[in-house]
Each structure stands twice: as C-alpha cells, then as structure tokens.
C-alpha cells in the first residue's frame, strides 16, 4: 500500500495537527472514510448474495480486501476521471480479481457515501459523549468541592449577592445536561439513506432484483441491519441534509456551554478580581513583550473555536434549503470542511475544558477578600426584611439604605475600606428596630446563600451516570 506524506512546507489545516485528538481526526481521516465504503460494499454484496444476485465466492473475495485502502493509487486515478467514489471502486475491484467486478451493483454514489457519512457521525458523537462524560464528572467533583465556599455574585458584571463557588459551577454544569440529553436525541435519530438509488425510487434495485423474490425495501433492510444503522423511510439522492444541521445545532449548544465556562474563568481570572485562575506551567510564556503575564491562553483558545463551531450550522441551513429538488452538488465541498471541523473543533473544546475544571486555581483569600469588599452591599437586603418584620417602613428603610451605599461606594473609590456596615449600625434610624449586634449579624453576607449549597450538590449528582 502506497502512503502519501505532507510537511509543514504546504498548508495543512490546524486540525491536521494543533486541534483535536489523535481519535477524532481517525474518523474524519481518508483512510477510515474508505475504510467503511469498503465495509458498505461488502454489506451490499452480501445483501445481493442473499438474493441470489452474486456468489458466495465474489463476497468473500471483497471481504478479503477489505481493508487494503490503497489512497495513492485511488488519487491517481481520480486525477483521470475526476470522481473519487469511482476511484476507489476501481481500486478495489483491482485488488479482487473475483468480486471487482460487482462492486457498486446497482447504487449510486450517495447510497454509500451519505450511510458512511452517518455511520461517521454517530462514531464522532459516541466520542464527543463519551468526552463531555468525563468534563461532567471532572466538574461535579469541583461543584461538591465548594459547593458550601462563598463568593460574591455578579449581574450585570457589578457586584450582586453572594453566591457558592460551586452553585457558580453548577451553573454551568446544568447547561451540558441539557447538551448531553440534546447531543444524545441526535445520536438516537441519525439515519442513514438506506439504498435508494439515484433519486430514492429504488428503480435501479427494482430492475435488479426483479425475479429473485427479494423487494428492494428488503435488501435496503439487510443491508442496514448489516451496518447496525438505520434508514430515512424516504430519501431523494441523498439524506436530507437537515440531518446535518441537527448535528452541528448540538455541537454549537454544547460549544456555547463551554464559551460561557472560559468566559467566566476569563473575567474572574483578571488582576481586578482575581478569584479563579487556568493552571500556568512553570515554565509557560505568557506574552513575548511582558514576562509578568500569565494570560488564559486555554480560556481564550476556547472561546475561538467555540465561535467557529457556533457559525457552522448556518452553512449547514443553506446546504439542507438550498437542496434543490432531488439534490445538487453545492453541499458537496463545504461537507468535506464543516463537518470534521465541527467535530475536531468541538473535540478541542472539551479537552480544554477537562484540563481546565480539573486544575482549576482558586485563590480563596481574594474570594474572601471580594466578599468583605462587596458583601455589606448585598447583606443589605437581609437587613431591610429583618427592619420591615421588625415594624419599620420598608420604603423609608430603602432609601435610608440607599443613601448610606452611595457614601460606601464613594468610600471604595477613593481607596477606603467598606464602612456601610459600620454606618447602618450606628444609625439611629436602624437602632430604633434592631440593636447594633444584630446589625452586624445581619451585615455578614457570608452566610446569605439561601439553599445554594443543596442545590449543587444535588446538580453534581445528576451529571453523574
């Protein structure tokens, strides 16, 4: 068997190389691709020898040589003739001098290529699932972890309530539950065309088997249950190319899931925050100008790809509207990039991702140190509802309150430390309803998580099987 070789003097994609696992780019390799034509083949021949149609001798001589997937030869001669289904038909019917020549009987191009294609899709989805098994359980590991640590929350990228570091991460834990359960509906419902010729009649079958006792709806049927797939009861010349679209809607879902984590771990990894950090090699480069930088590289990397994998569905919205009729070929090259790039994107993401949740840096004294900062402003609401039971005027409370925070604001601003809880119980207003130690009870927002622990512990347990 003839090998081609490339280097890096030529274009390669980042794919070939950079992203992706070693696994994902085997099933979206040429070899594998032929790999299951050839099996296909086979799986029709054997069909066809049930039916009387070829002779035991012919499948055995294709099983034989199955696997010797010769590309050199098959580019060679699809620099010829331009087809490369063809041209590899042709090589393998070289290389079985007794089954060449009833290789293809009967099917068209997509009869083999589309059934490939899903069998393809459902192998890269089993690996993507089986992936995203192992983030979750990486990730309910850190949710119990500090499911009970509290932190300040943040709306609007202002200070907001406190809330646990692992409720924050069960967040985002619930986002790929709902991915798993998607991505796992799509795997369940991928067909294959099933074998309906050149414009899904089954007219070439039809012909074919006619006198044998077999129908073409029979054959279709042994040959999938061959390849454990099944079929669209209708088809045109291909599967409908919606099909395609379903399948990358859930890799983008799954990808926005993990564009939010590195987006967060981005914010709370900044100097001004300063509470989560990507792990940095000792010996990593952060910046070739500035030696003190220690950038979210991994964080940002994801964020990239998330944004390629987000735009690949609408490529594939026009290939499945724009499917004219019976079909046309402008699907056909677009196919060839956005699906292994759809899936080796995503398969980067969740490598990424594992390594992230797993060494995630938590610098508890800066999430301590933020929640003193930021904490008295959202202890003020506790306090307000423990003013109104008390017997105070809730909206005369409010303002009272408001007041007071815009000094503390002013306060932080100018470099001073947090004094609204040392206002608020001195002021005669509040005393009048609550002593001061109370007050300061109340001020302490620490503990102002209402059931946020139990909430993540109970999401941590969901994502495990």
């Not at 794919?15 to 390799?29: D, H, I, N, Q």
């Not at 294609?117 to 890269?124: H, M, T």
């Not at 990593?284 to 569905?313: D, T």
């Not at 604001?409 to 109370?438: C, F, H, I, K, M």
């Amino acid at each position: 068997m003839t090998t081609e070789h490339f280097s890096h003097h030529t274009f390669l994609s980042p794919f070939t190389w950079r992203y992706g696992t070693a696994e994902m780019r085997s099933l979206w390799s040429e070899q594998h691709k032929r790999g299951v034509w050839r099996r296909i083949w086979v799986a029709l021949a054997k069909a066809q020898a049930a039916a009387g149609l070829v002779t035991p001798e012919q499948v055995a001589d294709l099983q034989a040589h199955a696997k010797q997937v010769d590309i050199a030869r098959a580019h060679a001669i699809e620099a010829e003739i331009h087809h490369d289904l063809m041209a590899e038909v042709r090589v393998y019917a070289e290389q079985c001098p007794v089954g060449g020549g009833i290789i293809h009987l009967g099917a068209t191009s997509t009869d083999v290529e589309d059934n490939a294609d899903a069998l393809r899709l459902r192998e890269s989805l089993e690996l993507i699932l089986t992936q995203l098994a192992a983030v979750l359980d990486a990730l309910a590991m850190q949710i119990e972890r500090w499911a009970d640590t509290p932190a300040i929350g943040w709306t609007h990228i202002q200070p907001a309530e406190p809330t646990t570091l692992g409720y924050r991460l069960a967040q985002c834990g619930q986002d790929l539950l709902l991915d798993r359960a998607e991505l796992r509906r799509v795997r369940d419902n991928l067909r294959g065309k099933g074998f309906k010729g050149a414009v899904g009649t089954s007219a070439s079958y039809t012909q074919l088997l006619h006198g044998t006792g077999m129908t073409p709806a029979e054959l279709e049927a042994l040959v999938m249950a061959a390849l454990n797939l099944q079929a669209f009861p209708v088809a045109s010349q291909t599967y409908p190319r919606k099909q395609d679209w379903l399948v990358l809607n859930a890799l983008a879902g799954l990808a926005g899931s993990l564009y939010k984590f590195a987006f967060d771990l981005r914010l709370l990894q900044s100097p001004p925050l300063g509470e989560w950090a990507e792990p940095f090699g000792r010996k990593q480069v952060g910046s070739s100008a500035m030696p003190f930088k220690r950038n979210p590289i991994n964080a940002e990397n994801m964020n990239s790809l998330a944004r390629l994998v987000a735009a690949l569905p609408r490529i594939a919205w026009d290939n499945a509207a724009h499917s004219l009729l019976e079909r046309t070929l402008d699907d056909s090259a677009n196919r060839r990039v956005i699906l292994p790039q759809a899936f080796l994107a995503t398969n980067e993401l969740l490598h990424r991702a594992g390594r992230l949740i797993r060494d995630l840096q938590v610098n508890e004294a800066v999430v301590a140190r933020n929640l003193v900062f930021y904490g008295p402003f959202a202890a003020t609401e506790q306090l307000l509802m423990e003013l109104v039971r008390a017997g105070a005027n809730r909206q005369k409370m409010h303002e009272l309150i408001r007041k007071h925070s815009l000094v503390a604001w002013d306060a932080l601003a100018a470099g001073a430390s947090n004094p609204l809880t040392e206002q608020l119980a001195a002021d005669p207003a509040v005393l009048r309803y609550l002593p001061a130690g109370r007050v300061l009870e109340l001020m302490d927002a620490a503990g102002y998580v209402g059931d946020a622990p139990e909430r993540a512990r109970a999401l941590a347990a969901r994502t495990r099987p």
